[in-house]
């Protein structure tokens, strides 16, 4: 169904959803909240700067309105003063010009090629715009100036302020001819007739101007809601796709090897997991498929050799039991996550939901994707682990690990005063895998002082002795114990713990059995609550491959 709906898309677009289908699943998941991060940041910006020059028009707009109460007032107070002729009046007039000069100013500044700020903004403020407005009135005049409705409006300026000097020039003339001693009242009527004239002018500019600004408020608002409609549905539109092609993607390569490993749960050794992608999905199904061909082969082996048949059985049921427990990790350990993301998608499809709920649903969906990366790893680990049992057999010293234990693990041993005391004397070395023996060591040491007994220093007692044809290692320690009866048969369980106040995942016990067993060995362990746990590994000199002691 992908690749229908891939069909019709082009070559790059391909891509990035192949891409996207091959990196891991926590990137997919940090890919998809990045993307819904920007867009709404994009969006967030439009909405202010959307605001922004919404608030510069009203800025416009209210100094029209201040620069037409000014210009009224100028002209009244000229008229006044031609009949009175009070020099507090012609004061007054000039007072009241001051508003129109400084917009003037400010105009005339921003319409060349290289304006000085400083100057228009000195003009603006002159001119009553309100301080906070300053700035973003600018900003309009010079970004927007071609726009239709702002280009006609700063002509009508240009108009308006044209006027408004002639309007200077007769007050100046009516100043200079009552200013004379001799002034004719029929001189002074002509002029105020004149003031008139140019005041009737003003006020139809003015009303023009107010007109176009409007008009054009208007046609920005309704442009700004176009763009953020398509922004929203945008964020919506790739919000969604892109989480329902990552979810359904995790989906389909888990349901299919889910599907798979209930097959050979039931005996169907021929089933394989198809590959759909190359993230942790991707790989576990390639090493899902390695060990199942692996088991397929040695099960068609048991009919070429007859003398091999009870090693091929052990072999067969070792490996049944390894893949029982694979399909349960798949089918229960997984499951939640998968549970969390299948049900997230479907409210994300099929319910509306609000910003805080999507960005509340995408958190969720990350932590499920962590917590089904986190079981992927384990698993992935597990089958490494077992893939790497064929690796090089050589002489190693007990000692020597133990040594080597002690220096990575000092900072520990020396703030708890872990006293470890062995006794190699019997066995001194062993042929075997070294890395695999480091780790059981490793793990079983760490385990005693992780489940230490408050207040009692760890002590651990670490011996390897010779019973007939096994080598037995006991590691003992005087932690916080187990009790047996109730918890003995999960002691070595994936993901099972018995003690919650320390960090713990339920991982080192069963991959030290997993290490044991892989290397044709046992292990059992005595323990009794707050006296100590005894762990007891024992391997075959003889007839078990991978495991002898060295001849003296």
């Not at 973003?136 to 009508?156: C, D, E, M, P, V």
């Not at 409210?347 to 805080?356: F, G, Q, V």
């Not at 070294?434 to 060591?441: A, D, N, Q």
């Amino acid at each position: 169904m992908l690749y229908l709906f891939l069909s019709g898309k082009t070559m790059k677009n391909y891509f990035i959803i192949r891409w996207l289908g091959n990196i891991s699943i926590t990137k997919k998941l940090y890919f998809t909240v990045g993307l819904m991060a920007l867009l709404i940041a994009m969006e967030l910006g439009t909405l202010l700067f959307s605001i922004k020059t919404l608030s510069s028009v009203r800025a416009y707009v209210g100094a029209e309105g201040l620069w037409s109460k000014a210009q009224k007032n100028a002209a009244y107070s000229l008229q006044k003063y031609g009949r009175s002729k009070d020099e507090n009046d012609f004061q007054a007039y000039k007072n009241y010009l001051s508003v129109p000069i400084g917009d003037s100013k400010g105009r005339r500044e921003l319409a060349k090629a290289n304006p000085d700020l400083d100057i228009a903004r000195q003009g603006y403020l002159q001119g009553r715009f309100h301080a906070d407005d300053v700035d973003g009135a600018i900003k309009l005049f010079l970004r927007f100036h071609n726009i239709y409705y702002i280009h006609k409006a700063i002509i009508i300026w240009g108009e308006g302020d044209s006027l408004m000097s002639g309007m200077m020039a007769i007050g100046n003339e009516l100043h200079a001819e009552i200013s004379s001693g001799a002034s004719s009242p029929e001189k002074v009527n002509e002029i105020l007739n004149r003031l008139d004239v140019v005041n009737q002018q003003l006020t139809v500019l003015e009303d023009d101007f107010s007109f176009t600004l409007g008009e054009g408020s208007r046609w920005l608002t309704n442009l700004v809601l176009k763009l953020l409609l398509s922004l929203v549905l945008t964020v919506e539109f790739c919000g969604l796709s892109i989480t329902i092609l990552v979810s359904r993607g995790i989906t389909v390569g888990l349901k299919n090897i889910n599907s798979s490993a209930e097959k050979i749960a039931y005996g169907d050794y021929t089933s394989r997991a198809t590959v759909f992608s190359r993230d942790e999905i991707g790989t576990l199904a390639n090493a899902f498929n390695s060990m199942t061909e692996k088991l397929q082969r040695n099960i068609t082996a048991l009919t070429d050799a007859e003398t091999e048949r009870s090693k091929m059985i052990a072999d067969i049921v070792q490996r049944n039991n390894n893949l029982e427990q694979f399909s349960y990790i798949v089918s229960h350990n997984l499951r939640a996550p998968v549970a969390n993301i299948l049900g997230l998608t479907d409210i994300m499809e099929n319910s509306p939901i609000d910003k805080e709920e999507e960005k509340a649903i995408l958190e969720y969906l990350v932590t499920s994707a962590k917590k089904l990366d986190e079981v992927i790893r384990d698993i992935n680990y597990i089958l490494e682990l077992k893939e790497n049992v064929n690796e090089k057999k050589v002489s190693v010293q007990f000692a020597e690990i133990i040594a080597d234990i002690k220096i990575s693990m000092a900072q520990i041993i020396e703030a708890e005063q872990v006293q470890i005391i062995t006794d190699f004397e019997a066995v001194p070395e062993i042929l075997t895998i070294k890395s695999y023996l480091y780790s059981i060591f490793y793990n079983l040491i760490s385990n005693s002082i992780k489940y230490r007994q408050p207040g009692v220093a760890p002590v651990i007692r670490i011996t390897a002795t010779r019973i007939k044809n096994k080598i037995r290692i006991s590691l003992k320690d005087n932690g916080l114990g187990i009790n047996i009866e109730k918890k003995g048969r999960d002691v070595f369980g994936l993901y099972k713990r018995f003690h919650n106040h320390v960090e713990g995942k339920g991982m080192g016990l069963f991959m030290v059995k997993t290490e044991v067993e892989a290397l044709g060995g046992t292990i059992n362990l005595v323990s009794e609550e707050n006296k100590g746990t005894e762990f007891i590994i024992k391997f075959g000199i003889e007839g078990v491959e991978g495991y002898e002691l060295v001849a003296k």
